[in-house]
Nanobody, 127 residues
Framework: QVQLVESGGGLVQAGGSLRLSCAAS????????MGWFRQAPGKERDFIAA????????YYADSVKGRFTISRDGAKNTVYLQMNSLKPEDTAVYHC????????????????????WGQGTQVTVSS
């Protein structure tokens, strides 16, 4: 049974940083891509970043490019999202997700590309 557990959310001032973690278990993820999405109240779930587990290639939404970095640690089966220069508009519940990798990674920006989801972690950025 696949489980994805996010952690690392919290309250931070604008301009600050947070690092989110997503601990993955239940299968081998070598043929998977991992994604981060976020959902603000009353809004759709938006793509942030994705990483191919094998090889580590990455893809980002334009809104976070240059501020956020996705990475993974194979030994720990954990995916990270380093968030810098945070803005109030980054406030949302952040979810990690896992889905079978499809080339190119840029096609894996929709929620339907992912089969497994974590419960989410709240990130609040104050102005």
């Amino acid at each position: 049974q696949v489980q994805l557990v996010e952690s690392g959310g919290g309250l931070v001032q604008a301009g600050g940083s947070l690092r989110l973690s997503c601990a993955a278990s239940g299968r081998t993820f070598s043929s998977y891509a991992m994604g981060w999405f976020r959902q603000a109240p009353g809004k759709e779930r938006d793509f942030i970043a994705a990483i191919r587990w094998s090889g580590g290639s990455t893809y980002y939404a334009d809104s976070v490019k240059g501020r956020f970095t996705i990475s993974r640690d194979g030994a720990k089966n954990t995916v990270y999202l380093q968030m810098n220069s945070l803005k109030p508009e980054d406030t949302a519940v952040y979810h990690c997700a896992a889905g079978t990798f499809r080339y190119p990674l840029a096609t894996m920006t929709g929620p339907r590309a992912y089969d497994y989801w974590g419960q989410g972690t709240q990130v609040t950025v104050s102005s």
